[in-house]
């Protein structure tokens, strides 16, 4: 750990920016995301394969509205007031109703002072930089030790929105991008083109998915050590398979813990083993690993955009508590 | 085809037949491809014939092109080689299941197909190349702290040819499993419950709710 930190620092000519600075530009971008009208098409590239979307994000008071066409493969369409989310798939004609789990904002949200995310990370600023036509602000979130991925951040530089954002690996390779390749701020809202649309569901047949809200110690686990910089912000139990026919085995409800440690997160599912389905392993798709293994008579899936060992880590962690 | 003496003996069709056939299949017509491709398959003297077509079309484009059939036979024998000198990347494992607990595994997978082509253009899960495997060793060495003993990288190494026969006891130590999952279908579904909580973090990326549909599974119908 030592050893890390003094690679970190070692490494000249940072412009490190100072915590406050840091803060303002995180809540900028962060206010921008959630309260700006914006409208443009979103490139998501990982592993030399791209997908791209286009979007629109409106907002009137303190109601929120998101639509999402993905231009690639099937054609299916998202869109979401507030915490309800409606996946359309019209060539099938299955709409998937959801009811997101609301996440409380992280503490580390500036105005708290509470600032878990710059004990994880420092943040050096890199200059000018330009995305999708606009001005922006180069930012690079380096963490201070190796259980997480370094992201580099282009923002607007007027509204603070966040144009394209890269996950690094520890060598400074980029594992994936999600980039506005065009992106209009500031457009007029259009709230009904999205709710309309959520209504409009005639011949489709709607499938729901409600997560119930659990903790791991109500089913019965814990981590008998945290995972160095990383919270449980949220546990739920749901149906990881909504869609499924009923003709076809489904698989049984999952327990879902989320971790955080500010700026990426961990998802610990956790399911009673079947011999048929489950199979100890690991994959990783972009910044995105996975690692599969038993735990008793039970089976962990732990996925989040971290490095391998940190996952590890948590599966390590993770006991049966009765 | 329906010369029914052709579908029978194909070779002993008359040569200049088959060259006629050849011809017309250059040229563009699907009608003379069952014979043309019997021809081709079962006699020496039609591939060399086939490929002094297209040595006569090629020429007549660039001279460059001119060369013999043989030289085409040692590149395909040498790119045969290659191929089996390479690693396998993808890397199945055997399945210990008896077959009807297999075919009830594979049945989801064989609907889930058309989601593959949806979540697969962000998801083509890939094996870490020996070059991460290397990155590794050094980004775990500089982190004493973490507890991950080299053993567990294991798990990281693209597996040469003869381990695609390598079986993986589903309730062994994850530890010592030499197995990658691939292109799983049964992963999207907990990629896309995963990725429903980016806005756990403070920072949000704009659009992900998108990141979350890209790997949403298409209902299987």
Excluded at chain 1, 76 to 95: C, G, I, M, Y
Excluded at chain 1, 137 to 150: E, G, K, Q, T
Excluded at chain 2, 78 to 102: D, G, N, Q, Y
Excluded at chain 2, 123 to 131: I, N
Aim: overall charge neutral; aromatic content about 6%; hydrophobic content about 45%.
């Amino acid at each position: 750990m030592l050893l890390w930190c003094a690679l970190a620092s070692a490494q000249a000519g940072d412009k490190l920016l100072p915590g406050a600075q840091a803060r303002d530009w995180l809540m900028r971008m962060h206010a921008a995301a959630t309260q700006r009208n914006y409208q443009g098409t979103l490139v998501l590239t990982a592993d030399g394969t791209m997908s791209s979307s286009r979007v629109a994000h409106f907002c009137e008071g303190s109601q929120t509205y998101e639509r999402a066409d993905v231009l690639d493969g099937q054609v299916r369409r998202v869109l979401r007031h507030n915490d309800r989310v409606v996946t359309l798939w019209p060539d099938s004609k299955v709409a998937h109703v959801e009811q997101r789990e609301p996440i409380r904002p992280f503490p580390a949200l500036p105005s708290t002072g509470d600032d878990e995310l710059f004990d994880r990370y420092d943040m050096v600023a890199e200059g000018p930089g330009r995305v999708a036509g606009h001005d922006a602000a180069v930012f690079l979130l380096r963490p201070r030790d190796a259980s997480r991925f370094a992201q580099r951040l282009w923002a607007e530089q007027a509204s603070g929105l966040l144009l394209r954002a890269d996950v690094l690996a520890q060598d400074g390779r980029v594992l994936e991008t999600t980039a506005f390749s065009d992106v209009a701020i500031g457009v007029k809202p259009q709230p009904d083109s999205v709710v309309s649309a959520m209504k409009k569901l005639d011949g489709y047949r709607i499938v729901k998915s409600l997560p119930q809200r659990t903790s791991l110690d109500v089913e019965g686990w814990r981590l008998k050590n945290p995972v160095a910089g990383f919270r449980q912000v949220s546990c739920i139990k749901r149906s990881l398979d909504p869609l499924a026919d009923d003709t076809r085995s489904v698989a049984a409800e999952v327990v879902q813990a989320i971790f955080s440690d500010g700026l990426t997160h961990v998802s610990l599912f956790i399911e009673p083993y079947q011999a048929e389905r489950h199979r100890p392993g690991a994959a990783m798709i972009g910044a995105t690993h996975t690692w599969m293994q038993p735990l008793g008579s039970h089976w962990l899936t732990a996925i989040g955009d971290v490095p391998m060992a940190t996952l590890k880590q948590f599966a390590a962690a993770l006991e049966r508590a009765r | 085809m329906n010369d029914e003496d052709s579908m029978n003996e194909p070779n002993a069709a008359a040569p200049s037949r088959w060259r006629a056939q050849l011809s017309a299949l250059m040229d563009g017509d699907r009608h003379a491809a069952d014979e043309a491709c019997r021809a081709w398959a079962g006699d020496a003297s039609a591939r060399a014939d086939w490929h002094t077509y297209h040595v006569i079309g090629e020429v007549l484009r660039s001279e460059d092109a001119a060369c013999s059939a043989a030289s085409d036979a040692r590149f395909l024998v040498r790119l045969r080689e290659r191929l089996a000198a390479e690693p396998v990347v993808l890397a199945p494992e055997v399945s210990r299941l008896p077959v009807r607990a297999r075919r009830a595994w594979m049945a989801p997978a064989a609907v889930a197909a058309g989601f593959v082509a949806v979540a697969g253009v962000l998801l083509a899960t890939r094996l870490a190349t020996p070059q991460e495997s290397r990155d590794a060793v050094p980004a775990l060495a500089r982190n004493p702290g973490v507890e991950a003993p080299a053993t567990a990288l294991a798990g990281l190494r693209p597996l040469p040819a003869p381990a695609s026969t390598m079986a993986t006891d589903p309730g062994g130590a994850a530890s010592r499993d030499g197995a990658m999952l691939i292109r799983d279908p049964e992963l999207d579904r907990y990629l896309a419950a995963h990725r429903q909580y980016a806005n756990a973090s403070p920072l949000v990326i704009p659009g992900g709710v998108v990141r979350s549909a890209t790997v949403v599974a298409a209902p299987g119908r």
